[in-house]
């Protein structure tokens, strides 16, 4: 019996991760769906603000998390720092410019950030991935180099994943999209890679993928359980 209140507080805690992960992007679905379905038209909450008003849930949420974490004196994951900036940063931008392109495209900065970190850090000899998680388990080296390339891959595709969604299910602006002097997307619909874009409106589509991107996000975490298990070493014995 002795075992099992460790075991049981383990799962406790990695059940509270996920949904600490989980309810900004909940909130940010049910925002956006009750706004775009249910009939709700005034000036400022209407089914085209719909994206501004769940982008403020979402973010007020990721906070919230943050902060609870805060008062229960849990450690914050860099990673979380990160995309809270990111998601704060682009999200607010998004919402006082009135722009939905910045919050279309906050998902790929996001990723691409985080992909950058991992690649840049092994390009000057030292391994973000270990840094972050040695104090949950220990691995060999060559282990921990596995987990960060799989993870800065995985960043990468669901960067490429979210321009594809956004791209193929917003509808196309007015003018051209140009973010830092380089244009992001053409006006109207155009073609690339011998798939058209910006021809749909169905943005809905894109908005309500956030769900399943935690979907495959948990996956993937998942499918490196078995690899991070096998190569587990034993923690060196405490001194006294």
Do not use: C
């Amino acid at each position: 019996m002795t075992d099992e209140k460790p075991g049981l507080d383990t799962a406790a805690d990695k059940a509270n991760q996920i949904w600490g992960d989980l309810v900004p992007v909940i909130g940010f679905v049910l925002i956006y769906n009750l706004l775009r379905f249910v009939n709700i038209d005034t000036e400022w909450l209407n089914k085209e603000t719909a994206l501004y008003w769940a982008t403020g849930v979402l973010i007020v949420l990721t906070v919230g998390v943050i902060v609870q974490k805060l008062v229960k004196g849990l450690a914050i994951p860099p990673f979380l720092i990160i995309s809270s900036t990111i998601v704060g940063g682009f999200g607010l931008m998004g919402i006082l410019l009135q722009e939905k392109s910045f919050i279309y495209i906050k998902p790929t900065i996001q990723n691409l950030f985080l992909a950058s970190i991992i690649f840049g850090s092994m390009a000057v000899g030292q391994n973000v991935w270990r840094v972050m998680f040695k104090q949950v388990f220990s691995l060999p080296d060559h282990a921990w180099k596995q987990l960060a390339i799989r993870w800065g891959l995985f960043f990468v595709a669901m960067a490429l994943w979210n321009e594809y969604l956004w791209r193929t299910y917003a509808p196309g602006f007015e003018a051209p999209l140009r973010f830092a002097g380089l244009t992001i997307a053409p006006a109207g619909s155009y073609e690339f890679l011998g798939m058209t874009f910006g021809s749909k409106d169905a943005e809905d589509v894109w908005a309500n993928w956030k769900l399943g991107n935690m979907v495959i996000t948990f996956i993937f975490g998942a499918a490196n359980v078995p690899y991070t298990l096998k190569h587990l070493e034993e923690e060196p014995a405490a001194d006294g």
